[in-house]
């Protein structure tokens, strides 16, 4: 997977570290992951091999990557929907600096669609254009993700079951899919935003 310094956003750090998993599972990109979950120390190391390179993907939290500044991101992803035009804001910013190009793009369930795009109305963004992305595309990769999600699965109900003897509690497993059927791209001067539309089928809100 042909990436360089893209930042992905999600809005909570369980999610962050299953995307973070899930990721790994699925392979072809160097990615890591950047939440609370590691101290000051290692979320330092993390950065400088983003930084360097070193990280093609880094998967984070609106109030870990707060501060922080890197230089030379290309890419912003929105896995999670921003909930505030102020995140939204903020995050995308982090690409398209200092007179350069970057790209952001934004995964949606369609019920998010028209907020998300009352968001980018409040933001001044003064057009919209539609893309669609044929299904066809995305099928080769399915086989692959399918395996991955499996792998996903094993590693989630192996810790809860290690929670479970620590602590007694309730396992609880929540798996999901992402379908990608058609994009939405919005461009202004040097940042191109771009929102992904996810349907998901009923059984996966089990």
């Known amino acids: 997977m042909k990436l360089t310094r893209a930042l992905c956003f999600t809005n909570s750090r369980e999610n962050s570290h299953r995307l973070f998993l899930l990721m790994q599972a699925f392979g072809g990109v160097s990615v890591a992951e950047f939440s609370s979950r590691y101290g000051p120390g290692q979320r330092r190391m993390v950065l400088k091999q983003f930084e360097q390179g070193k990280i093609q993907l880094l998967i984070s939290t609106d109030a ?18 921003p909930q505030y035009l102020r ?85 609880a497993f929540s798996s999901f899919s992402l379908f990608l059927r058609q994009g939405l791209t919005v461009a202004q001067g040097g940042l191109e935003l771009t929102a992904i539309l996810l349907p998901l089928p009923p059984e996966c809100w089990d």
Request: cysteine-free; glycine content about 6%; overall charge positive.
């Open 64 to 81: 870990t990557a707060r501060g922080i500044d890197v230089q030379g991101v290309e890419l912003v992803i929105n896995y999670d929907a």
């Open 87 to 171: 995140t939204y804001v903020h995050r995308v910013g982090r690409t398209a600096r200092a007179g350069k190009t970057g790209q952001a793009f934004t995964l949606l369930l369609k019920v998010q669609e028209r907020r998300f795009l009352q968001m980018l109305v409040e933001a001044g963004v003064p057009e919209l254009v539609h893309h669609e992305i044929p299904s066809e595309f995305l099928q080769p990769l399915v086989p692959r993700y399918e395996m991955a999600l499996s792998q996903l699965e094993k590693i989630v109900k192996q810790k809860m079951k290690i929670l479970e003897v620590a602590a007694s509690g309730n396992r």
